[in-house]
């Protein structure tokens, strides 16, 4: 059974879209996408540099653009489930045809700039902590004013709160904890700073129409497998403003009987994460269109 799964904000770097718009149709599809939101992914993608694609606004459409044109140069396959990350779960949304490819893009321009106003009001971060013991860490993070914005599995959990707090993380690390990793994000994602763009996007989310999802869509609230559509779209809303759960999205994928994951462009971080937390699960990032003949050989293998 194959889970195709999406990354979140964080795992875009300069000029990661030059070889997919190589592909046939790619560009035009990119341009047809770019008119309807009006920001040029295609620009972005190639030629803009890690600053301007660290701009919630740019980074969250650029990055379900990938996810989206990366699932179709894999032709017409049929997952046993999907899943996203943050973003991705918008990804994961159109593959498991709660969206098509318009609304996902549509709602996720929307998050972005929804997002980005929301970081604005106050200075806000995430960073990593590598190892540590879960139990031993979100209170700590918790005594130090932080959100556990993502609890990852794999020994990972991101924290999020203003810049003085992470600062007061960086110089009282929790017991365990080797690391902590600033993100390269613009603000305190999944946690109550979001709480204006929650508001924005209930009121985009009136003008969708979601259908109930073909595969299973596992979910960032709780690691469920949701099957109607209009819940899907409720907890993408509400997502925003609260913690993700990617350890209890891999525990699914255990129970569903995944045997393996393939990460969509710009691959790198969730694949990462399974080869730690889901042992004799085959992995694959797919990083450019290289890495397309060996994908296409795990679905063929994994995939209904």
Known sequence: MLVLVAPGQGSQTPGFLTEWLELPGAADRVAAWSDAIGLDLAHYGTKADADEIRDTAVAQPLLVAAGLLSASALGDIAPGAVAGHSVGEITAAALSGVLDDAAALSLVRKRGLAMADAAAITETGMAALLGGDPEVTVPHLEKLGLTPANINGGGQIVA?????????????????????????V???????????????????????????????????????????????????????????????????????????????????????????????????????????????????????
């Open 186 to 304: 613009a603000g305190a994602f999944h946690t109550h700073h979001m709480g204006p763009a929650v508001e924005t996007l209930a009121e985009a989310a009136k003008a969708l129409a979601p259908a109930d999802p073909k595969v299973a869509y596992v979910s960032n609230k709780d690691g469920r497998a949701v099957a109607s559509g209009a819940e899907v779209l409720e907890r993408l809303v509400g997502q925003v403003a609260n913690p993700v759960r990617w350890d209890l999205c891999m525990e699914t994928f255990k129970d569903l009987g995944v045997t393996a994951l393939l990460e969509l462009c710009p691959g790198g971080t969730l694949t990462g994460l399974a080869k730690r937390a889901l042992p004799g699960v085959k992995t694959l990032a797919l990083k450019t269109p290289a890495d397309l003949d060996a994908a296409r050989e795990l679905v063929a293998e994994h995939a209904a």
């Open 160 to 184: 999020a709160g203003t810049m003085e707090q992470i600062a007061a993380l960086e110089a009282d690390k929790p017991e365990g904890v080797r690391r902590v990793v600033p993100l390269k």
